[in-house]
């Protein structure tokens, strides 16, 4: 079963609009860490923010939030007052204790003027 | 800027050959991580060494191997590389090993080493 899953390979929209990038994770682990990252097409890794399972507020870094449900298994990141420069793959990842990154498969991200 | 770096940027080399990638982490980390990214299997967790020593590994093909020096760089060496070894290979720092109470450590990726083999 796929730990993560992020089910909108593209998604597009305007320049200053808001655009919620979805991601449900699989875990038994009641310790685990989720992240997100930006790979624009020059192909480095940009970590961008990070949840940990036991915060009980929504992680926010600048005009990046994550929308974390806990019950429902989702970390959904929200980019309000998109940019040109938001033009980008968003990958959501999970470790949990002892493990590596697990990496979803990623949703492409196009900012239009 | 992540504080990770990584040598070198490209490299192209033909079936067969050997290459080794460089990485250096983040001043203070210990952990350092190495994932291929390629098309078809996405980005995939290859190894870890944590102040020397092989932490975890994951999928990394036996003619891959890794180490990490004492000044906490760390080498990646593929060898008899196939067309299928082409791909962007990133190195990561963190600062804790992964284990309980570390699992969370924001990992770092450097710019990649982007291998194409011919």
């Known amino acids: 079963a796929q730990k993560i899953t992020q089910t909108q390979p593209g998604m597009f929209v305007q320049e200053k609009e808001a655009v919620t990038l979805d991601c449900t994770y699989d875990?038994?682990?009641?310790?685990?860490?989720l992240f997100w990252y930006k790979q624009p097409s020059s192909g480095e890794m940009i970590f961008l923010i990070y949840q940990g399972s036991y915060d009980q507020q929504n992680a926010t870094e600048g005009r990046y939030s994550l929308n974390f449900q806990k019950a429902r298994k989702s970390a959904n990141l929200v980019i309000s007052a998109s940019q040109l420069g938001d033009s980008a793959m968003y990958f959501c990842?999970?470790?949990?204790?002892?493990?590596?990154?697990?990496f979803g498969k990623g949703t492409t991200l196009s900012v239009s003027s | 800027d992540s504080g990770v770096t990584q040598t070198p940027k490209h490299l192209i080399t033909a079936t067969g050959q050997r290459v080794t990638l460089r990485c250096s982490p983040r001043?203070?980390?210990?952990?350092v991580y190495w994932y291929q990214q390629s098309l078809d299997q996405g980005l995939q967790f290859l190894i870890q060494?944590?102040?020397?020593?092989?932490?975890a590994k994951g999928n990394i093909l036996e003619r891959f191997s890794a180490q990490q020096f004492p000044d906490l760089h760390s080498e990646l060496n593929l060898s008899s590389l196939e067309l299928g070894d082409s791909a962007l290979y990133f190195c990561?720092?963190?600062?804790?090993?992964?284990?309980?109470?570390?699992?969370?450590?924001?990992?770092?990726f450097g710019p990649g080493t982007r291998l194409t083999v011919l």
């Open positions: 990561a720092s963190s600062v804790g090993s992964g284990l309980a109470g570390t699992s969370t450590d924001t990992q770092y």
């Open positions: 001043s203070g980390d210990l952990s």
């Open positions: 875990t038994s682990d009641p310790s685990y860490g």
């Open positions: 990842a999970m470790r949990e204790t002892g493990t590596a990154l697990i």
């Open positions: 060494y944590y102040n020397g020593e092989e932490r």
